[in-house]
């Protein structure tokens, strides 16, 4: 037994960092700058396609948390405010929360779907379905 765990703590010593690391979903942070009185989210198609889910699903959820009118160009995001990427930041990170991590087991293979006019958030990995708010 002892070769045993002596075996496994040597193994263990020879992993990658990458392999030890507990999360594989992690959101970019933002890149972009302010213009007059506009910020421009230039890796929002990046986010978004982490994220898996429709760029004008993430856009409504950002326009309303933000209070702001915006915009999807074909390179990046427009807001009509300025706004700072700490707080976009902040609210891509609660999105995820509410629309991408299962609540179950916390993993990001999940997908929303519509039944008898109610949204679900049902999760590949672990088979948990909960509601949502649209």
């Known amino acids: 037994m002892d070769?045993?765990?002596k075996m496994l703590e040597q193994g263990v010593k020879q992993l990658p960092e990458s392999t030890k690391k507990k999360s594989r979903f992690e959101i970019p942070k933002v890149l972009g700058h302010i213009q007059g009185n506009k910020t421009i989210i230039s890796n929002f198609n990046q986010i978004v396609s982490i994220l898996h889910r429709s760029p004008n699903h993430v856009l409504k959820y950002l326009l309303k948390e933000l209070a702001t009118p915006g915009e999807i160009k074909p390179k990046s995001l427009i807001l009509g405010a300025k706004v700072s990427a700490s707080i976009v930041n902040s609210k891509i990170r609660d999105y995820a929360n509410k629309y991408v991590l299962c609540k179950e087991c916390g993993k990001p293979d999940t997908e929303l779907t519509i039944e008898k006019g109610i949204s679900y958030l049902r999760?590949?990995?672990?088979?948990?379905?909960?509601?949502?708010?649209k």
């Open 3 to 5: 070769t045993y765990k």
């Open 123 to 133: 999760c590949k990995a672990c088979g948990a379905r909960y509601p949502i708010q």
